[in-house]
């Protein structure tokens, strides 16, 4: 009778732990739908193949946060879906290149390594077609991932992101393998300072680029490369034919990509050979060709297709010949232009930098909170929808768990009958050694008090958070529905107001219990601080590391930190497990 009870009893408490997980977790068809649902709500104002989408300018601050809270919640229903391989790998390259595009590399990088390690564990899932199409975005997606660590400075990692893309395309028999060779070496150019690495690169991909694919534009792009170097060397004679015939070339040349001329890179080669041909005292050959960048300058900016920075580049090669040529008066009205448009650009390039910048700190505080804010309301209807059920198990299992005890203590109680004349016949000699087993019984008791304890305080501080976010729900709620979603709140926080008490009496119920582990503890190893004690204590009790870090009001990473210092003051070898030694004491 009590193995059936026992094996019924099992059954059920496997099944509710299943049963939540099917009411909580999206199935792939559903997550598919929400992030469909997601990304029509982000569409209505920044359509994902609008331009402007990926320009920090595009957004205010009210719209940047909204939209980075839909992006994440997006993201994170994506990891829910299935079937749909080439829709999820483009999806991650999409975020990707949306956050490197509005200036978040660290989350740009996060993207692309989703994208590489989806990848290996679904080609096989991708036909021949799309495994071809994703060639060119794999070996891009290289570069981006280069360029994103290299703006954080973690340069080691660039280059291995390098390195690994020039390899991958070497058998490509496309622009891409020239194309990150160069790459490779624009990062000794701009991020190492190393011109001769950087060279040796630029030379190595223009050889290849001009026997594959001589009417390529990266051809140009190569060039101004090399021609960069000489002139930082000050090799101007060097540099000048470089610039002559990028001049010529990107008159005529266009993109692979946008199917038009690339104005800014014209209007940059001809200020760069004006720049040079000024440098060389070659005054007439400058004049001529300034003549014809000024008309290219002139007629580009009636259409507005000239960027401040293009202007930029022009105004200075105009005034480093107008004072070559001892023409005073126009070139200091030139450097006064220069002066005004620099300023102006520095201004809107510092008041952008440091208005993302504030905006990044602040999402990367609050990111865990926006990764857990998945369509909340049809969330909850769904569990409301299940809740008679779930009670009804509950109630069940409470009422077995009862009915086990019940059998448990009678078959005890009828054993301790029949050994009752014999026990009292021990106890007389046995009596010292009882009252020990008795205190040691009574201490393990606490400790499994005091863990239950503490896993229901880690419980009440997750509440606790779920309160904040439901304070965001009632910022956004019409008038009709605040006062309703008040007064809840009001309620919610009123039924949890004591967690900071049961903090207090956790630590001061532990440290009670603990009082004799503590005494050897701080005998053997002096050096300990009060945190790094109690730390052993939560050890010993077996709680885990994610409560303990809840206890203790600190994040996991801090907790691993916390344990490595403790290993170093313990003097633990790298084969000693701390849990096992501190368990052990």
């Known amino acids: 009778m009590l193995k059936y009870y026992t094996s019924f009893l099992f059954v059920f408490i496997i099944a509710i ?24 709500s982000m569409a209505i104002a920044f359509p994902d193949n609008a331009i402007r989408t990926f320009r920090r300018a595009s957004f205010s601050d009210a719209e940047m946060q909204k939209y980075l809270s839909l992006h994440f919640k997006r993201l994170d229903v994506l990891n829910h879906i299935e079937g749909h391989t080439k829709f999820v790998l483009d999806s991650y390259l999409h975020s990707g290149n949306w956050f490197r595009e509005v200036g978040f590399p660290k989350e740009s990088i996060k993207s692309y390594l989703d994208f590489f390690r989806y990848y290996e564990t679904h080609e096989n899932e991708l036909t021949s077609i799309e495994r071809e199409g994703f060639l060119e975005m794999r070996s891009y997606a290289r570069s981006i991932l280069a360029e994103s660590y290299a703006k954080l400075g973690l340069l080691d990692s660039a280059a291995l992101q390098h390195k690994t893309n020039i390899a991958f395309s070497k058998n490509l028999n496309y622009i891409y393998h020239p194309s990150s060779i160069n790459n490779y070496g624009l990062f000794f150019y701009w991020h190492k300072k190393d011109l001769d690495s950087a060279m040796y690169f630029f030379k190595r991909a223009y050889a290849l680029t001009q ?47 946008t199917l038009a001329k690339d104005i800014p890179r014209l209007i940059s080669a001809g200020a760069q050979l004006v720049s040079t041909q000024t ?56 450097a006064r232009l220069i002066t005004h448009v620099s300023d102006s650009l520095q201004e809107i390039s510092n008041y952008a930098d440091k208005k993302w910048q504030e905006e990044l700190n602040d999402i990367t505080i609050d990111k865990i909170e926006l990764n857990f804010k998945i369509d909340r309301i049809q969330k909850e209807n769904m569990i409301k929808s299940q809740r008679t059920k779930l009670w009804f198990i509950g ?43 008795q205190l040691n019984s009574e201490i393990k008791s606490k400790e499994r008090d005091l863990s239950d304890f503490a896993i229901k305080l880690t419980q009440d501080q997750d509440w606790a958070k779920s309160l904040a976010e439901q304070l965001e729900v009632i910022k956004q709620a019409s008038s009709a529905d605040r006062a309703v979603l008040i007064n809840e709140l009001d309620t919610a926080i009123s039924n949890k107001i004591s967690v900071d008490g049961d903090t207090q009496e956790f630590f001061e119920r532990l440290d009670k219990l603990s009082d ?16 790094e004690i109690r730390l052993c204590s939560l050890i010993r009790l077996k709680i885990e590391s994610r409560s303990i870090a809840t206890l203790q009001n600190i994040t996991l990473a801090s907790l691993n930190t916390s344990r490595y210092r403790l290993r170093k003051k313990l003097n633990l070898s790298e084969d000693t497990d701390l849990d096992f030694f501190i368990q052990n004491l």
């Not at 004799?516 to 945190?531: A, D, G, H, I, V």
Request: glycine share 0%; hydrophobic share 35%; proline share 3%.
């Open 516 to 531: 004799t582990f503590y005494s050897e503890l701080t005998k053997r190893y002096p050096n300990l601080s009060k945190n």
């Open 211 to 257: 026997a594959k694919f001589p009417k390529h534009t990266l051809n140009g792009s190569i060039r101004d490369n090399i021609a960069d170097i000489y002139t930082e060397q000050q090799s101007y004679d060097d540099a000048l034919p470089l610039y002559e015939e990028n001049f010529k070339f990107f008159k005529t040349a266009i993109n692979e990509k």
């Open 395 to 437: 109630l069940l299992s409470s009422i077995f768990i009862i009915l086990l005890v019940t059998l448990i203590i009678s078959r005890r109680q009828h054993l301790t009958n029949a050994k009752n004349k014999q026990l009292l016949a021990e106890q007389k000699l046995e009596n010292s050694a009882l009252k020990v087993e």
């Open 279 to 334: 440098h060389l005292n070659q005054l007439n050959a400058a004049q001529q060709n300034f003549k014809a960048l000024e008309a290219i300058v002139d007629f580009n900016e009636t259409k507005a297709n000239v960027t401040t920075s293009s202007k930029l580049e022009f105004l200075k090669a105009k005034e480093l010949l107008l004072r070559t040529q001892n023409n005073i008066s126009e070139a200091y009205d030139t």
């Open 17 to 40: 732990p299943q049963l939540w997980s099917q009411i909580t977790m999206p199935t792939s068809e559903t997550a598919f739908r929400q992030y469909e649902q997601i990304s029509d």
